[in-house]
């Protein structure tokens, strides 16, 4: 029922406006891009998961102008933002800062890449040990590749089901780099 | 009477599920093998039931029949036929029968296609794939029946969101539920691997082909997603990271690493515990996908309507499939044997980094998606993860991986000449280098990342060509001898060399749509005009037109460039009248180099009109790349091995060598049960 | 690696999913609400405004000083526009009148004669009406109407509900606190 009532709520304020209208824009081009950059990360609460900038409900456009007018005042974007969050808490920051809450989240994707990068050194050093490294372990040039291919083709299609196995490519002797 | 037949139809569908996910495995354990044979007319019947049960809703939706629930709450008398249709999965009750549908197909496509399959393997596939059908027809039963009637039945019903009413979205789930449910055969696969405890070439054989399918079904029912947001909800965006969209991704990721990984195990018989582990959160991750966005966890844009009693069933269901899954992973996969060696520079080594990198983007876009709920979870602080953190996060890690994917083909199994592969790659990295500097001369002031993006881009699409060219000695030997070349390429390799470039046009639009997108808004009266980009946008005027179920505001464009005209724009803004929701409908004209887009808004009651104006450069290349990748998908599907399945498990016979006189192949004999297949190639 | 720690490397992947399942079955309690944001104006100050009053009811306008009067005060979003808002007002009437306590409305983007009606038509239960033109609603933090907080003698913000006030909620939330709070 709760849902129910807040379903309603967005109702009452979902249509009216349009993203951002001419009228509301600056006349600074550049002040203009710096609103439209900020507006683009500022979550709307009201549609919940669309940008200030793109919303067309009316508190976002109430939240679009009051962005124009506090850089207009000469507001850095921190400050727009840092007021915003006195008013409505981290939620409507797209881009979460880094804070203690927040640790997990921006250091999590680095913390990953080092695990799995950390397994894959760990598993391929130990292939790798255990590969023959001395002796005709080297790598086919291109034309011996080629070479390979063309045998492959000769012996026709029907034929390369289960004929070659991948086990004796190494076996042939190269040339050492 | 039909929809109490459709009823039925989905309840013997369960009691047939019942018994293809009980006999089958038994006898499987105990080697019976009447037991194991009852899989295949168990699927066949499933799908039957399935088929007629579906067959029954599609037909409430067609002849609107507002005794049911489902359809008075999802469809009117007046939509188009086509959207009547696609209303029958534009819901939650359908949109699971639809599931269901899927999975049944797939099931019956082993039962049938899959006769070369071992008995055993065979048997329990088709009992895994049972008692997943098991677990979604139970929940569509006993939570989510589409077949509840609704009494006394109102004159019409109540429309479908009017949002859904486009030809993009009446596809995109059933293209998308092709590729989640696709996955589940790579699932069961591994599953049953597990039960018998064996992994092999053979294995990740049948395998491949399953996964390349779905692989290409998600690829589309994502690209469709996304081209339906870029031209229905009027702000141009094609991509905004919203976890609807994010839980179609994470089984992409994994699904791209998964086809990789299993070209080792069938190649080289390595990689086998991973892989297994790839198949099996490749499926969970489309299953935690479908309970997301079901039980209404994360607020989206996009969220069917919820109930906790089924999200607490879903629930039940994610936990017994994926945490069986893995529990039965932890259990057995310890004991499987690893496979043949490598060094550290080889085509191996190249995708154990393709897939460690996709596993990564996977993770880090599954911590995005779901952190706000964990934060909440833990401080009961709200928080938002949106579009800043994706892009810093996501980007750094794809950029190395299609730097690699490059390298990668040229790279040999085994071991790999590194220097010999740099050599070959002076002519991309030329070009790469040449594609950035234009880039950054043409744009000027444009960002220097975008200049780097498309250097990349031109060196994938460079390497990846090269590398065709070289297999078919282009240029190095007479024509004739290229083409018999060309013939005799396994299709896989032209699959691969498809794909990859796919994957390169795909980049260059991500970047140009990303870094030179040019938006102009205004207030217009008729025969005012907008310049943007170079062309010039006449405004004619707005009239009122009516379509079946809506009204409609149209305006019309003369697009012209340098006095020269290009097209005609005619925008709608609709309002459907029974939700009484209004929708935009962009115009969208495309030069293949970039798309010029219209969206006209509200009449401000003075004789103008609020028009956006949109020059989207490169978007085109994101739907062409796309589909470049499923043709190489497609590709891949036709190669011989693959179509023919793989051959019977048994020891290779050792029929050559090469062609050198070498014998001496120490310590790297392929392990047991190799099947071999002697080709240097795959996608 | 010994056979007990491989082991536990390979029970990795079902313990990181149990720690989601987790995540997943404290979210499905059906007492959350998913799309529910805490007020951040809690425990600060009221916010600097002055909104003038709604000419026809004859009521002096809202500022801030009228809410650090020593008093405890309840201070309500509402709009004639607003369904809900028709819905909880014969609770927040009865709360206003069971508690003595001085209730000010702020009435959000309404014109003034619907608001008027709108008064007329189920009673008026306010002390003093403000009329926001739309920027109070962000100066307090506001989302969606009807929002309510309970604001102390000092001015302070205590108390903060979204949506529709209903008896359960007046009972259990309201009266206690505006009781502890009057001591």
């Known amino acids: 029922m709760r849902r129910l009532g807040f379903f309603l709520l967005f109702l009452a304020l979902a249509p009216a406006a349009w993203a951002v209208m001419p009228d509301e824009r600056l006349d600074d081009p550049v002040l203009e891009a710096r609103a439209r950059a900020l507006s683009a990360d500022i979550r709307c609460l009201v549609c919940q998961n669309e940008s200030i900038d793109s919303s067309n409900a009316d508190l976002a456009r109430e939240l679009r102008i009051l962005v124009r007018e506090r850089l207009s005042q000469g507001d850095s974007d921190q400050e727009v933002l840092d007021f915003l969050v006195d008013k409505y808490g981290d939620f409507v920051l797209f881009d979460p800062p880094f804070k203690a809450s927040t640790y997990a989240l921006w250091i999590g994707p680095v913390i990953l890449m080092l695990f799995g990068v950390g397994a894959a050194i760990f598993y391929i050093r130990r292939q790798a040990r255990a590969f023959p490294a001395t002796d005709g372990g080297t790598a086919f040039t291109q034309e011996e590749d080629l070479r390979v291919q063309e045998i492959l083709n000769d012996l026709g299609p029907a034929n390369l089901e289960s004929s070659v196995t991948e086990g004796d490519r190494s076996g042939k002797p190269g040339p050492r780099p | 009477m039909i929809a109490e037949l459709g009823h039925f139809a989905l309840i013997l569908a369960l009691i047939v599920a019942l018994v293809q996910g009980i006999l089958p495995m038994i006898g499987a354990a105990r080697g019976y093998p009447g037991w194991m044979a009852m899989a295949k007319p168990a699927a066949l019947f499933q799908l039957l039931f399935v088929t007629l049960s579906f067959a029954a809703l599609t037909h409430a939706y067609v002849v609107s029949d507002f005794t049911l629930l489902n359809v008075v709450q999802n469809s009117h008398s007046a939509k188009p036929m086509l959207y009547k249709i696609s209303g029958v999965w534009g819901n939650h009750e359908g949109s699971m029968l639809l599931w269901i549908l899927i999975l049944a197909l797939f099931g019956s496509a082993v039962a049938l296609f899959g006769n070369n399959l071992p008995a055993t393997l065979k048997a329990r596939v088709l009992g895994i794939q049972a008692w997943i059908a098991i677990g979604f027809l139970a929940f569509s039963l006993f939570t989510s029946n589409p077949f509840e009637r609704i009494f006394p039945a109102p004159i019409n019903g109540q429309d479908l969101n009017p949002l859904l009413q486009d030809p993009g979205l009446a596809f995109h789930p059933p293209m998308l539920y092709l590729g989640y449910v696709g996955f589940s055969m790579a699932f069961s696969f591994a599953i049953a691997a597990l039960i018998e405890g064996r992994v092999d070439a053979a294995w990740a054989r049948w395998v491949r082909p399953w996964t390349l399918l779905a692989w290409c079904f998600l690829t589309g029912g994502i690209a469709l997603g996304s081209w339906w947001a870029y031209y229905e909800l009027g702000w141009g965006g094609w991509w905004f990271w919203d976890p609807v969209e994010n839980v179609s991704f994470m089984p992409w990721l994994l699904g791209t690493a998964l086809l990789h990984s299993a070209i080792v195990v069938e190649k080289r018989n390595s990689l086998k515990v991973w892989t297994i582990l790839l198949a099996i959160l490749t499926f969970s991750l489309s299953l935690i996908g479908t309970f997301i966005v079901r039980s209404g966890l994360l607020t989206s844009v996009h969220a069917f309507a919820t109930d906790p009693e089924r999200g607490l069933f879903i629930l039940l269901l994610l936990c017994l499939t994926i945490g069986g899954s893995l529990i039965l992973f932890a259990w057995r996969a310890p004991a499987l044997k690893a496979g043949g060696l490598f060094s550290p520079i080889s085509r191996e080594s190249g995708l154990i980094m393709n897939n460690l990198l996709l596993a990564t983007a996977c993770g880090t876009v599954f911590l995005g998606t779901l952190y706000p709920l964990f934060a909440e979870a833990i401080s009961g602080e709200k928080l938002s993860v949106g579009p800043p953190f994706f892009n810093a996060t996501f980007g750094p890690i794809m950029a190395p991986l299609i730097f690699l994917t490059a390298i990668g083909p040229f790279l040999s199994w085994k071991r790999a000449d590194l220097k010999g592969v740099l050599q070959r790659l002076w002519l991309a990295g030329g070009l790469a280098i040449g594609a950035a500097l234009l880039t950054h001369y043409l744009i000027v002031g444009g960002p220097v990342l975008a200049a780097l993006g498309m250097g990349l881009a031109a060196w994938l699409f460079v390497a990846t060509l090269t590398e065709w060219c070289g297999r078919i000695r282009l240029g190095r030997a007479p024509l004739s001898e290229s083409w018999q070349r060309l013939k005799g390429l396994p299709r896989s390799a032209h699959g691969m060399t498809i794909a990859h470039s796919g994957l390169a046009i795909v980049l260059a639009g991500v970047v140009g749509a990303s870094a030179w997108k040019q938006e102009a808004v205004e207030n217009l009266k008729p025969g005012e005009s907008i310049e943007l980009a170079g062309y010039s946008y006449l405004f004619e005027g707005a009239r009122p037109v009516t379509g079946p179920n809506y009204d409609a505001e149209r305006g019309f464009f003369k697009v012209s460039k340098d006095g020269e005209a290009i097209t005609d724009l005619s925008p709608e803004r609709r309002i459907y009248r029974v939700q009484g929701m209004d929708t935009t409908e962009a115009a969208i004209h495309t030069t293949g180099l970039a798309d010029l887009y219209a969206v006209i808004g509200q009449s401000d009651g003075q004789g103008g009109w609020t028009v956006r104006i949109f020059y989207e450069p490169l978007v085109p290349w994101l739907w062409l790349g796309s589909l470049v990748m499923i043709l190489g998908g497609v590709v891949s599907l036709t190669d011989r091995r693959l179509r023919v399945g793989a051959p019977v498990r048994r020891r290779p016979a050792r029929l050559s060598h090469g062609p050198g006189p070498g014998k001496g192949t120490k310590g790297t004999l392929p392990a047991k049960g190799s099947a071999g297949g002697g080709h240097r190639v795959g996608a | ?183």
């Open chain 3, 1 to 183: 690696m010994s056979a007990m720690r491989k082991r536990l490397y390979f029970m990795l992947p079902a313990l990181a999913f149990a720690i989601v399942a987790i995540a997943f079955v404290w979210a499905l309690n059906p007492e959350r609400d998913p799309s529910y944001v805490p007020s951040a104006m809690v425990s600060k100050a009221s916010p600097n405004f002055d909104l003038p009053p709604l000419e026809p009811i004859g009521l002096p306008g809202l500022s801030t000083a009228d809410l650090s009067q020593g008093e405890v005060v309840l201070v309500n979003f509402f709009a004639s526009w607003c369904l809900p808002c028709q819905a909880e007002h014969p609770h927040l009437t009865a709360l206003a009148a069971q508690m003595d306590i001085p209730l000010y409305g702020i009435n959000h983007k309404d014109k003034t004669e619907h608001a008027t009606a709108w008064l007329q038509r189920l009673g008026n239960p306010y002390d003093k009406i403000g009329v926001d033109g739309g920027r109070a609603l962000v100066d307090w933090g506001v989302y969606g109407l009807p929002e309510t907080f309970v604001v102390d003698g000092d001015g302070q913000i205590r108390f903060h509900f979204r949506g529709p006030l209903d008896p359960k909620t007046v009972a259990e939330k309201f009266v206690p606190l505006i009781e502890s709070l009057r001591q």
